[in-house]
Structures are given as C-alpha cells and as structure tokens.
C-alpha cells in the first residue's frame, strides 16, 4: 500500500500561472479531500468526492480553484490564474466509505509558493 | 470556523504518560471526535477516534466526558519520536473542521 500519492512535492510559479496539483488516492477509496493548511487559517476543506462525485465544494476559496475526478485512481486540484496569496501546503486524503469508521488517509502534501 | 479548543503547547518527559486536552462544547449527538497528529513536513496521521465510549488502540487511548463536551487523548508512554502538532478534530458529516492543535514538546 503505497498510500496516498501527491505530485509535485514542491512547486514555485509565477503569479497568474496555472498550477495543477495531483493525486492518486488509495486504491478502493471512495472518498477523496482536498484541504489546504496556512500558518494563518491551519487546515481547511476545500472540496470533497464521494465515488468520483463532488459533494461539497463550499470551501472552495473562488472561481480561480477547480477540482476534478476524472476516474476512481486520480484527481487534480487547478488553481488559475495563481496569486501570492494561493501559497500554502494543499492535502490530499482518501478514506474508505465514511471516516467516522476508518479515518482518513493524508497524502504528504504539495508545497506550492506563488511568487 | 473550528469548533475544537486545544492549548496551543504542551511539553512532556520521555517515557510518561500524556493527557492532551480538547474542548468541544457544541458537539451534536452524531458527531465523531477525531484525533490526528502532524509531524513536521508531513500530513496528518490517524490517531484514535471514538463517539460516546472511550476508546483504546496500539497508539493511544481516547476518553470522553459523559456530557461529551470534551475529550483528552493519552498517551501512555511518550516518546521522543510522539513530538509532533496534535488535532482534536470534529466530523460533522463528513467534514472534518480542524483546530489550531497542540504542539507537543518530548523531552529526553
């Protein structure tokens, strides 16, 4: 089980750059998160699936952020165009049916710095 | 919009137990309390998680109060490698809403 897989580790752009975040969740998943933790807000929701559907995008900061599930092993997190203040660590999770019975599994998170 | 309270720090001698406190006074019948720890450059770990009735697993042990409007986490030996920030953390269906955590501080 190679857990839950997110690329890049590390991305620096420019402003008004697209950036595309990935990952891969674990394999059986049918629930997938994206969250984002700042120094100044800590961890917060952005968008959550339920078999490949978006449930609740409500923490989805503006038009700029896009989230897609194209298929059961990949999801993408797309921020366009990029500003200074979209730096932060984005999180990528996967749970199985429903966290209150088998908690969620975080990836190791993609550090992106817009500058 | 937390709805968890933790202390900011706490410090702890290698090899004692660790009682880390959390407030969650409008917690609803139905929601989970959920504990995760961040060490440093990595994302949140699965620690222990419970409803009504205090919990044990291999990494700790979760009691509840009776009313439910707080929680501690214990851990029964603290390690050096047990250093890391500590989130007591409400899942309200199925979104989890994070506090600002307990950095915990092992001490050899």
């Known amino acids: 089980d190679a857990g839950v897989i997110q690329s890049p580790r590390h991305e620096v752009t420019e402003m008004g750059q697209e950036v595309t975040l990935r990952c891969k969740p674990i394999?059986?998943?049918?629930?997938l998160f994206w969250y984002r933790q700042t120094m100044m807000r800590g961890l917060e929701l952005l968008i959550y699936f339920n078999n490949n559907v978006p449930i609740d995008d409500s923490g989805m900061p503006e038009d700029r952020f896009s989230a897609k599930m194209p298929n059961a092993s990949f999801s993408t997190l797309k921020i366009q165009p990029s500003e200074p203040r979209d730096s932060a660590v984005y999180f990528c999770?996967?749970?199985?049916?429903?966290?209150?019975?088998?908690?969620?599994?975080f990836g190791s998170g993609t550090r992106l710095t817009v500058v | 919009d937390a709805k968890t309270t933790q202390p900011n720090s706490m410090e702890s001698n290698e090899e004692e137990p660790v009682h880390l406190p959390c407030n969650h006074s409008t917690i609803s019948g139905t929601d989970y309390i959920h504990w995760y720890r961040q060490l440093p450059s990595q994302g949140p770990e699965y620690v222990i998680h419970?409803?009504?009735s205090n919990v044990n697993n291999r990494m700790a042990s979760l009691a509840i109060a009776e009313d439910r409007k707080s929680s501690t986490l214990i851990l029964h030996r603290a390690t050096l490698r047990d250093a890391a920030v500590y989130y007591c953390i409400l899942e309200v269906l199925n979104k989890f809403y994070f506090g600002s955590g307990t950095k915990l501080n092992v001490k050899p």
């Open positions: 419970g409803l009504t």
């Open positions: 999770a996967s749970s199985l049916s429903n966290a209150a019975n088998y908690g969620y599994t």
């Open positions: 394999s059986g998943h049918d629930y």
